[in-house]
């Protein structure tokens, strides 16, 4: 089992830094999270079944990937495990809340507003 950090001690650490050390600090744990976030969004997206990646990249605070993607329609060119994926696609995918959100964007790469 791993050992957890004595927060207690973290706290007092942190404590003793400057003003100018501790928005340093803030800004780079804000950097680390963003990160860490996006690796989930990735990890999660790459799981979805009847999909394949060909692309992705970070705009602003999104992760934007370029997917080819199984309708799930019977009698489809896409059923069953060798079919013929559709697109490829983009799709936006993020965080809100904890929770993954994903939008349709279309064949060509845009920036979306999320609602």
Do not use: F
């Amino acid at each position: 089992m791993a050992k957890r950090p004595n927060i207690d001690k973290l706290r007092t650490a942190l404590g003793q830094l400057t003003l100018a050390q501790a928005k340093q600090l803030h800004a780079e744990l804000g950097e680390i999270v963003r990160s860490l976030e996006q690796q989930s969004v990735e990890l999660e997206s790459t799981k979805a079944k009847g999909r394949e990646i060909i692309e992705t990249q970070h705009i602003d605070e999104q992760l934007y990937q370029l997917e080819l993607v199984r309708c799930g329609k019977v009698g489809c060119k896409c059923a069953g495990d060798n079919g013929d994926l559709h697109g490829p696609y983009w799709y936006a995918y993020w965080r809100e809340n904890g929770k993954l959100k994903s939008r349709y964007v279309g064949k060509r790469l845009q920036r979306i507003e999320r609602r």
